[in-house]
């Protein structure tokens, strides 16, 4: 998961040439920013992302958040990209249900996938449950919320009870809730551990529990006032 804002498509492009695993093993992300949005200035945008990635195609192109009077013609450009095959799907990130909405009206392509800042402390449950209706996969940043949860009493008393660290407690819960999870991490054992959530599940009283950690927190922008 990456996005042109990171500044650093070219140095994934350069790990997956480096990797030496097939192309079709891998799914690759990246994301539209703010200033390039509009028509013409998208196709532009991804053609500069796709070759800092030196691909052939993206597996999910997104609008990487809901610019006002821009993200229709923005996502309009992704759908020109995905008729004419040059990325396999294509999405939105940071859309409220209103943004949705506004989106549904006109697009002749439904998102694929909504990716959305998500984490026991910002659940989000209205607009899950507008994706879900729609048809539209969440997809969740900051699941981990940038570490700040890890001394949550609640977690640390679910991890101490299953055997498992708090950020596989919480990753867990996002995978019961039928969430894509897609944790940042630079250290190689932390990586490890994030994928090792498959082998126990949640109690429904204990995913309650987590669900009730909600405070509407936010770490990032909120959708609304980004310009």
């Not at 910002?122 to 879900?132: H, K, M, P, S, V």
């Not at 897609?182 to 309650?208: A, H, T, W, Y």
Request: hydrophobic share 35%; glycine share 4%; aromatic share 8%.
């Amino acid at each position: 998961d990456t996005a042109s804002f990171y500044q650093n498509e070219a140095g994934v492009g350069e790990a997956i040439k480096l990797s030496g695993i097939p192309r079709e093993e891998l799914f690759i992300t990246t994301k539209v920013w703010n200033d390039q949005q509009g028509y013409e200035s998208t196709l532009k945008a991804f053609e500069e992302s796709r070759q800092k990635l030196g691909l052939d195609y993206v597996d999910l192109y997104l609008v990487h958040w809901p610019i006002k009077g821009k993200y229709k013609e923005t996502y309009r450009a992704l759908e020109t990209l995905y008729k004419d095959g040059k990325v396999r799907a294509i999405g939105v990130s940071n859309f409220k249900e209103h943004h949705l909405e506004d989106l549904l009206a006109d697009c002749e392509v439904t998102p694929a996938v909504n990716q959305i800042e998500l984490h026991p402390r910002l659940t989000q449950e209205n607009d899950r449950a507008y994706c879900n209706k729609k048809n539209i996969k969440v997809e969740a940043w900051s699941p981990l919320m940038r570490g700040r949860l890890f001394e949550e009493p609640t977690l640390v008393a679910l991890a101490e009870k299953y055997g498992k660290t708090v950020a596989q407690i919480i990753l867990r819960w996002n995978v019961q809730h039928d969430i894509i999870t897609i944790p940042k991490s630079v250290n190689k054992e932390r990586i490890i551990q994030n994928s090792d959530v498959f082998d126990f599940e949640l109690s429904s009283d204990d995913m309650k529990r987590i669900d009730a950690l909600n405070t509407n927190e936010r770490t990032g922008m909120d959708p609304d006032e980004v310009s």
